[in-house]
């Protein structure tokens, strides 16, 4: 409206020409007039009583309405300044005068309601669309709720102040000139009446708001708003959603007052309630997450502490005060957090940091003792209900699926084993969780073949041997955290049976959550758990054939890590079952003082002798009778060879010897030593006939080492740690007697003397695989060439021929591969292979008189009936039943059940 | 080309110079056993034979013939035993009790 209307408007009181002029003033109803009274104009009076109310209510309606009617324009909103008499006067009748609103009538207050949702739908809302039509970007989410807010309050203003200014004083008034009148009791009613009507309106408005931004949109961005604020108060950088940090830091006073200020504004506006506060509870919850996963509770791996205390910390100091503020803004009904809530959230806050902590507890465990800060944090969250359950079965689930599959060595396996046993027994010193975790480890590991083998051999390395570290980086046989268990001050300790020892005064009751079988480990002790992942019997027995392949290739000669070792195994295991293994310490043992003794009365043959009996060793014999050693016995023609008199000229011979019985089985190949070395074994052979009665000895040529050196015509060389095989088959490549002018005869420059497999077979009695491995060995060392297949000759002059060299270069990575192949002891599976006829016939046998049997009945017979027993389990006779069905012996019939094929 | 032997560590097995796979008629164990209260086999467990021919771990005939039934003589043919070379017995003797003070080497 401009200014020429108003000032018209002033003079003629003539609706305006946005508002329909009431009948009543255009065609006014002037009733009847009464006998007597003057036909009137239009202010006549209001005789028409009834009838005229209804006039007078449009009347003043319609003046009332046009002057609350709001402007097109949100922004001009002072013109209503002073109200002038007549629409007070209509404004005064309607609200509560006589026109007040009756039934059926249209109030004021509804048509002001009703005014104030249209204009809003017709000038702010289009504008509000717009602003929310499309997904809000994070970028722009504080503009477009300051900019919501600061519309909508300006709108609430704008649609409130006539409310306030023009309707709520006639209310007001009323209700105070009912109070004079009436009793206290009706006073508040009617104050309430007009606060409800106030509060009627506001929220009318209130809805209207609410209903024209998107509920769910509103709530996220709001929601986004109060994390984002969050995040710069505590300054967390989150950077997965693409907000870049802010260069500058921002003051967190003007975050804080911009948040406060946005929130107290909605909550003003009415979008503060369930929804905002449903958005706040989001925003926080996402930060506790933030928090938690952020910079602050990185696990402290430099000064190894438990960084919970400062999560409790933040949660009462940081948290709190920021949830109370915003709670405060929000006008919530307590903003006050409880000290209960405080541990809760606590509580809460650690179940989220514990369960983070635990999806990452298998890196923690290979990086021990480096992760202790978190293995500490997780120390505190286990305290927590359930947390315990949650740990062990999800940590079981990150080792069958990290740990315990094929592409992870051994080696690596009991690595890890180790760390975790170190690492859970920081977590929980009672070992509960211990025994839950490992139990699959130590199932797996039972089930590698190799895994007593690593244990064993790695308990025997010395972790500070030069040689040693290289094997631990090379070869990834052996476990250096279990050499260093090793080295670890060896406590004994006695094992009581401690449910039984009254007189303990500190006994305590086992963990209620412990299995039947949990026994209390009140060490970490590395190596026990490590001795007790098999049976007992099965144990030992491992450990028998892998000491006996260890001491017969040991260069120690004083044994000092095996004794150590068996010492360490006794106290573990007990003695009782250790026999063989000592037994064969002490033959090691026992070799070199005999040794020493036969070397003496070897070199010794003058009549003196008896004069040195006092000087030799203890060992036992001098104590044998030696009444008739005949010395004319020795052939005189070996006194020569004897090894002390005459090093340089001779090779010495030292024997180790065994007691058979308790040793594994051996390998025991036989074939043709050279002459020299037969001829001493025969004479240290007989020595020791004489010395203790009654006993022979028996050779076993596959085992030993021997030193040799090698003379060409061009060059010498010195070769250590050979097998007996390999000088056995360098020796024969030496002219025979006979043959040595036939060799010397050809005279062929630079060639030796040439022979091909055969001839060695012959020879040497060895069988061919023997005497491959040996030629490989040597064609690997250059000293000896293929001339053709299967036939080598001696390289005697070594030129720089590069064919020979690749040859050299391939045949040696053969023989490496073959000696990395053979071991002393038999394994189990060369001792099946030998004695597969005898079983193959038995089973046959059996089934050919019982019919069909299952594989594990099939066993039981065998382990009952078999000369010699056997020791194999299902696995390997259901291997050995697949060969004899390959073979056409016997048919599966599904079931495990096996027949004879007819 | 010529092949010098320095050095040749062998590896022998002994065994008691009596027919194979036969055992101590007392204990029952393997003659290249122990008797079975020892420990070590060889030195420390010898075998005694008897005139009769029938041998046995020298403890466990010692212990048999300690005892009043035995009346001397051999468990296997009830002849009166005698060990075959006469001062074996007594030598072993000694031999047990030489042997208390020497410690083993574990």
Known sequence: ?902 | MKVTIKEWNAVAAWRWDMPDDDVCGICRNPYDSTCSKCKFPGDECPLLLGECNHSFHMHCIFSWLRQESSQEKCPMCRQPFKSKSQEAPAEADAQTQTQQPETSPL
């Open chain 1, 1 to 902: 409206m401009d200014h020429a209307t108003l000032v018209f408007a002033s003079v003629f009181p003539v609706p305006s020409l946005s508002h329909t002029t009431p009948t009543p003033v255009a065609t006014p109803d002037l009733g009847h007039t009464a006998p007597g009274s003057s036909f009137g104009g239009p202010f006549i009076g209001n005789a028409g009583g009834a009838q005229h109310r209804a006039v007078k209510r449009t009347q003043a309606w319609s003046t009332a309405t046009r002057f609350l009617s709001l402007p097109n324009n949100p922004g001009s909103g002072t013109r209503r300044s002073q109200r002038s008499a007549d629409v007070e006067g209509a404004l005064y009748y309607l609200l509560v005068g006589e026109g007040k609103s009756e039934e059926g009538e249209k109030g004021l207050l509804e048509w002001y309601t009703n005014e104030a949702r249209l204009h809003f739908a017709s000038f702010v809302k289009p504008a509000l669309k717009e602003l929310w039509e499309k997904e809000v970007e994070l970028r722009t989410a504080w503009d477009v709720l300051d900019e919501t807010q600061r519309t909508l309050e300006q709108v609430q203003n704008f649609y409130l102040q006539p409310f306030n200014d023009h309707i709520l004083p006639f209310l007001h008034q009323d209700a105070t000139n009912k109070t004079i009148r009436a009793s206290q009791l009706s006073q508040t009613a009617d104050i309430e009446l007009m606060d409800a009507a106030s509060w009627k309106f506001e929220r009318h408005i209130h809805a209207v708001f609410a209903h024209c931004l998107p509920p769910k949109r509103f709530s996220k961005t709001l929601s986004y708003i109060l994390y984002d604020a969050g995040c710069r108060l505590f300054r967390f950088y989150v950077r997965q959603d693409g907000v870049q940090p802010s260069t500058t830091p921002e003051s967190t006073r003007e975050v804080r007052d911009r948040m406060t200020a946005l929130l107290s504004g909605l909550e003003r506006v009415g979008l503060g309630g369930n929804n905002a506060q449903r958005a706040f509870a989001h925003a926080m919850n996402q930060l506790l997450e933030t928090f938690i996963a952020s910079h602050y509770l990185k696990v402290d791996w430099f000064s190894k502490r438990s960084i919970v205390p400062d999560l409790r910390v933040w949660v009462k100091d940081g948290f709190c005060p920021l949830v109370e503020l915003a709670m405060e803004c929000l006008r919530c009904d307590a903003s006050d957090v409880q000290p209960t809530e405080l541990k809760q959230w606590q509580e809460m806050a650690l179940a989220r940091l514990g369960r983070g902590r635990v999806a990452n507890l298998f890196d923690f465990v290979i990086h021990w003792d480096r992760s202790l800060g978190a293995i500490l944090d997780l120390k505190d969250y286990l305290k927590l209900d359930g947390a315990k359950q949650y740990l062990t079965s999800n940590f079981s689930q990150q080792i069958s699926r990290r740990l315990l599959h094929p592409g992870a060595t051994t080696t690596y396996i009991l690595n890890v084993y180790i760390s975790i046993i170190r690492a859970f027994h920081k977590l929980d010193p009672k070992g509960v969780l211990l025994e839950r975790v490992a139990r699959p480890i130590r199932r797996y590991l039972k089930e590698r073949e190799d895994t007593a083998r690593i244990i064993i051999s790695s308990l025997l390395t010395d972790p500070d041997d030069e040689v040693g570290n290289t094997k631990f980086a090379s070869s990834g046989e052996l476990s250096y955290e279990i050499a260093m268990e090793m080295k670890k001050p060896f406590a004994n300790r006695e094992e009581a049976d401690e449910e039984f020892n009254w007189n303990d005064l500190n006994w305590q009751p086992l963990p209620n959550d412990a299995s039947p079988d949990y026994k209390k480990s009140k060490v970490e002790d590395v190596i026990h758990f490590l001795l007790t992942i098999w049976d007992k019997e099965d144990f030992i027995n491992e450990l028998k054939n892998i000491l006996g392949d260890h001491l017969l290739r040991c260069q120690d000669l004083e044994y000092e890590k095996e004794i150590r070792l068996l010492e360490l195994i006794k106290v573990r295991l007990g003695d009782e079952k250790l026999q063989a293994c000592e037994v064969m310490l002490r033959d090691v043992l026992e070799s070199k003082r005999i040794n020493g003794t036969i070397h003496a009365t070897g070199d010794v043959l003058t009549p003196e002798d008896q004069g040195q009996q006092p000087e030799t060793p203890a060992g036992p014999g001098p104590r044998q009778p030696r009444p008739h050693r005949p010395t004319s016995s020795v052939p005189s023609h070996l006194t020569p060879s004897t090894p002390i008199l005459k090093p340089p000229e001779g090779p010495t011979l030292n024997a180790q010897i065994l007691s058979s019985f308790f040793w594994p089985i051996l390998r025991d190949e036989e074939f043709r030593v050279p002459a020299q070395i037969e001829a001493l074994q025969k004479e240290y052979e007989s020595r020791f006939e004489r010395i203790k009665g009654m006993r022979k000895l028996r050779w076993m040529n596959a085992l030993g080492d021997s030193t040799i050196i090698l003379e060409f015509e061009d060059r010498t060389e010195e070769f250590e740690h050979l097998t007996p095989w390999q000088v056995s088959v360098a020796y024969a490549f030496q002219p025979q007697p006979g043959e040595e002018r036939a060799a010397g005869g050809k005279g062929k420059k630079g060639e030796g003397i040439t022979r091909n497999v055969e001839q060695l077979e012959e020879m040497l009695q060895m069988d061919e695989g023997l005497v491959h491995q040996a030629l490989a060995y040597w064609v690997g060392k250059s000293v000896l060439r293929a001339v053709s297949p299967d036939t080598y000759t001696v390289i005697e002059r070594l030129d720089s021929s590069t064919k020979d060299s690749d040859a050299a270069a391939a045949a040696q990575e053969l023989a490496e591969v073959q000696a990395a192949q053979t071991t002393t002891v038999k394994s189990q599976a060369d001792l099946l292979n030998e004695k597969k006829d005898v079983y193959t016939s038995f089973i046959v046998g059996m089934l050919t008189n019982q019919g069909n049997l299952p594989v594990m009945r099939i066993l039981m017979m065998m382990r009952m009936l078999v000369q010699g027993g056997f020791p194999f389990g299902a696995e390997e006779l259901r291997g050995l039943l697949g060969d004899m069905e390959g073979d056409g012996k016997v048919v599966s019939l599904g079931a495990d059940v096996w027949g004879i094929r007819k």
